[in-house]
């Protein structure tokens, strides 16, 4: 069908009318973006949008355990089979970086933000920087697939080459968009941008799936013989992206398909999904789907649901293979979009995911060790948080190697250095103050 007979089909007579109503290249455009979108799916989505909420009071909600990883007996063994995993080029690295850092006053990709470090070094750097020091380890460079969005692409790719990859092999480095679909009217009726274009919005980190597989990454990933993929969110300044301890955790799981890490929320306040079972299988509820009394309830001083999902997860690449296939239920959000209020926004959860996998385990970790993420422009999870976040790390690391630091400072210690506090002692803390430790 054409896009005329696409909008006749479903109704869509208002656009229809627009559509007829445009100048030749106008109308080009916009029946290329018709024609990308499935409007069977925006048709059942809208219906479905007027439904109840997908949280049920019948539905049975336990917490999920997530021992903490650190006092594990299993950690050296783990750690040692994570290294062997990415020596034999089995592992790679998928990040999420579709976002903008327009919350923080930053017009540009997320990831290009740089948060007050001494070293000025931007999100991708820091994840690069680690990624340059384990391929050291390794002895061989380790894939790394970024999904970017239409809104990013072009500005990320430019963010890389003007650093020269960060020294990593472009080779081995893959960026692709994440997929789109259309914004609607509270009507259901599809959005218009000033240019006479659809409205098109991301679908979701739960798309990341079905665009890894689109974009031929997914296939390239194969070719390489990956067999383990380490996913992550681009806006947190402590990830240890391609973790050996947590790769090496899930290989030891046997025939378990996915690992999240978890870490224990901040307060009942703290605007995070919570890893739950829900009718006895994985989930996440988010925040705002979270009945009050449930996010509220304490054993002592203790939450009750405490295990906050951050983001950082390990697949299996057959697990990765089967969701590429496997549908995700939609999650509608009403915000304003072109000026309109209310407006329908259709997006997948990465996290759903885990319910249609035969094996899950959780993998606790330490919010200060692991977990600051940049979203807002002051308080919690702010660069300041982020940036003071790092350096308390960092300066740790100083403390247990036995460097002779000043107890006033915080510092940045540069990821080529040193991964997770190993290889440091006050020779080298001498030698490198200045050079690759920065003092603030």
Request: glycine residues 6%.
């Amino acid at each position: 069908m054409n896009a005329k007979e696409i909008l006749q089909k479903y109704k869509q007579d208002e656009l229809l009318e627009k559509l007829e109503s445009l100048t030749e290249n106008e109308r080009e455009l916009l029946e290329k973006d018709i024609l990308s979108q499935d409007f069977e799916l925006l048709n059942f989505l809208y219906n479905e949008s007027k439904k109840e909420p997908v949280f049920s009071e019948s539905d049975d909600i336990r917490p999920i355990q997530f021992p903490h990883s650190e006092n594990d007996l299993r950690r050296e063994m783990w750690q040692a089979t994570g290294m062997h995993l990415l020596k034999q080029g089995y592992a790679a690295a998928f990040t999420l970086a579709g976002g903008q850092g327009s919350r923080l006053g930053f017009e540009g990709p997320k990831g290009a933000y740089e948060f007050g470090l001494p070293s000025k070094r931007s999100l991708f750097a820091l994840q690069a920087e680690r990624l340059l020091r384990l391929s050291a380890e390794a002895e061989r460079p380790i894939p790394w697939c970024i999904m970017t969005s239409p809104l990013n692409h072009k500005e990320t790719i430019n963010h890389f080459e003007e650093h020269s990859y960060f020294g990593l092999n472009r080779n081995f480095v893959r960026f692709f968009p994440q997929g789109t679909i259309a914004a609607l009217h509270p009507n259901g009726s599809p959005i218009l941008t000033k240019e006479n274009r659809l409205a098109l919005v991301p679908d979701g980190n739960g798309g990341c799936f079905r665009a890894l597989a689109q974009s031929g990454c997914l296939a390239w990933l194969v070719e390489q013989g990956i067999r383990y993929v380490f996913l992550n969110n681009i806006d947190n300044a402590l990830v240890r992206i391609c973790d050996p301890v947590f790769l090496g955790a899930l290989a030891a799981q046997g025939n378990c398909e996915a690992m999240a890490k978890v870490v224990a929320k901040r307060d009942a306040a703290e605007k995070v999904g919570i890893f739950v079972y829900k009718n006895k299988k994985p989930a996440v509820i988010e925040y705002t789907d979270m009945p009050e009394d449930l996010r509220e309830l304490k054993n002592g001083d203790d939450l009750v649901f405490d295990g906050a999902n951050i983001g950082i997860y390990a697949f299996k690449i057959e697990a990765l293979r089967k969701m590429q296939k496997t549908p995700l239920p939609w999650h509608t959000a009403k915000k304003t979009i072109e000026n309109i209020p209310q407006a329908l926004k259709f997006e997948q959860f990465l996290f759903d995911a885990f319910q249609s996998l035969n094996s899950f385990a959780t993998f606790g970790a330490y919010r200060d060790d692991e977990f600051s993420p940049i979203k807002n422009a002051e308080g919690n999870d702010s660069p300041k948080m982020a940036r003071e976040m790092l350096g308390k790390l960092h300066k740790s690391w100083l403390i247990q190697a036995g460097a002779q630091i000043n107890s006033d400072k915080l510092y940045e210690i540069s990821p080529t250095l040193s991964y997770a506090g190993e290889g440091l002692s006050d020779e080298i803390f001498k030698r490198e103050l200045g050079k690759n430790i920065l003092e603030f």
